[in-house]
């Protein structure tokens, strides 16, 4: 993951390959979610939603479904 991101700063090119994970369509950010949080810091769901433009309501039912996976996972760890 971050390798990949090295190797695109070392070309000087946005990240191409569209499969992976963290691609996003920003190319000055070299299209990577990893350079996105270090340039931009964290971010609110609105302004993520901005981004990506999508409603502040889907990203917030996308939160709550990853929130509830995470509870899942940890629940299943703690028995």
Do not use: F
Request: contains cysteine; positive net charge; aromatic residues 6%.
């Amino acid at each position: 993951m971050m390798k990949c991101l090295k190797t695109c700063e070392k070309l000087n090119v946005a990240c191409p390959i569209k499969e992976c994970r963290y691609w996003i369509s920003e190319p000055d950010e070299n299209n990577c979610t990893h350079q996105s949080i270090y340039l931009n810091g964290s971010m609110t769901l609105r302004e993520v939603a901005d981004r990506l433009n999508i409603s502040y309501v889907r990203v917030k039912q996308i939160q709550d479904k990853a929130l509830k996976k995470i509870g899942h996972l940890l629940k299943d760890q703690a028995i």
